[in-house]
T-cell receptor, first 114, second 117 residues
Framework: AQSVTQLDSQVPVFEEAPVELRCNYSSSVSVYLFWYVQYPNQGLQLLLKYLSGSTLVKGINGFEAEFNKSQTSFHLRKPSVHISDTAEYFCAGPNGGTASKLTFGTGTRLQVTL | ETGVTQSPTHLIKTRGQQVTLRCSSQSGHNTVSWYQQALGQGPQFIFQYYREEENGRGNFPPRFSGLQFPNYSSELNVNALELDDSALYLC????????????????FGQGTRLTVV
């Protein structure tokens, strides 16, 4: 099973500024990685996923992530954030090989202000 | 296409009691996983059900148990509730037990907020 580490518990940023949320993984087998977003009092919504192929993955709401094997990272980026992006973001990897059996990081709280 | 629905949305129980949480999986999905998310933490995998059988379990004691029904809906039961069981319980569904990359997305419900007092 993979383990994932989110390096920042909170990231404050001004609206329209770029943001990067960091995630590192450890695995000795094939790598599949995900980013999920959780808005207040909501469940989790998939932002994007890396399975294979292109290392730059584009997701919903203007987010993208780059899989970097040499640095064992899968950082999430957005060039210009909005107030509505304020949420908790979770990096996740498979825990046993199926889509709904996941290991999550501890989360990064993105706080966007004016 | 219906999404994943969980009931109830909120629940308050007393220490020592038992609780049952319910999840209806997304249409066409036959695999359900349950997660516990404590305040300020990431979700922790409890167990997964595939075609009515348990298919993997996380580091949770036996008082956490589950069921999956022929229509693929699922229940999570917790006996002898403890204060530390207070958390958001999330259900996720996906299609089949196939290894990645098939069945490559899990859909989550809104969760059940359980408070143990």
């Amino acid at each position: 099973a993979q383990s994932v580490t989110q390096l920042d518990s909170q990231v404050p940023v001004f609206e329209e500024a770029p943001v990067e949320l960091r995630c590192n993984y450890s695995s000795s087998v094939s790598v599949y990685l995900f980013w999920y977003v959780q808005y207040p009092n909501q469940g989790l919504q998939l932002l994007l996923k890396y399975l294979s192929g292109s290392t730059l993955v584009k997701g919903i709401n203007g987010f993208e992530a780059e899989f970097n094997k040499s640095q064992t990272s899968f950082h999430l980026r957005k060039p210009s954030v909005h107030i509505s992006d304020t949420a908790e973001y979770f990096c996740a990897g498979p825990n046993g090989g199926t889509a709904s059996k996941l290991t999550f990081g501890t989360g990064t709280r993105l706080q966007v202000t004016l | 296409e219906t999404g994943v629905t969980q009931s109830p949305t909120h629940l308050i129980k007393t220490r020592g009691q038992q609780v049952t949480l319910r999840c209806s999986s997304q249409s066409g999905h036959n695999t359900v996983s349950w997660y516990q998310q404590a305040l300020g933490q990431g979700p922790q995998f409890i167990f997964q059900y595939y075609r009515e059988e348990e298919n993997g379990r996380g580091n949770f004691p036996p008082r956490f148990s589950g069921l999956q029904f022929p229509n693929y809906s699922s229940e999570l039961n917790v006996n002898a509730l403890e204060l530390d069981d207070s958390a958001l319980y999330l259900c996720a569904s996906s299609s089949d037990r196939a290894s990645m990359p098939r069945g490559t997305e899990a859909f989550f419900g809104q969760g059940t907020r359980l408070t143990v007092v």
